[in-house]
Nanobody
């Protein structure tokens, strides 16, 4: 069992930056690929970024490529999402998730555990 707690969300102006963190409980963090998803009001939850178990491979949604960076620190059991050049359309609740796979995955149905989410609001 893995419990995930996100932090770092908030209100930022367009063009600004935020760094989200997701702290995991349990002793098996490095056995999970990790991902970030987001859900805007009235929209479905969508994939943002993913990272493999040891950080060797990453995947990004086209809408965030070149602006967002996912990373992880297995010793700290934490995954991060650095978000730069934020746009109003990045406004959403951001969720981190853990998948019992070796490789990173963009598929929402492959993720077994989810955090409660953190709100990111970008003002234009």
């Amino acid at each position: 069992q893995v419990q995930l707690v996100e932090s770092g969300g908030g209100l930022v102006q367009a063009g600004g930056s935020l760094r989200l963190s997701c702290a995991a409980s349990g002793r098996t963090f490095s056995t999970y690929a990790m991902g970030w998803f987001r859900q805007a009001p009235g929209k479905e939850r969508e994939f943002v970024a993913a990272i493999s178990r040891f950080g060797i491979s990453t995947d990004y949604a086209d809408s965030v490529k070149g602006r967002f960076t996912i990373s992880r620190d297995n010793a700290k059991k934490t995954v991060y999402l650095q978000m730069n050049s934020l746009k109003a359309e990045d406004t959403a609740i951001y969720y981190c998730a853990a998948a019992a796979t070796m490789s990173s995955t963009t598929r929402r149905d492959r993720y077994d555990y989810w955090g409660q989410g953190t709100q990111v609001t970008v003002s234009s």
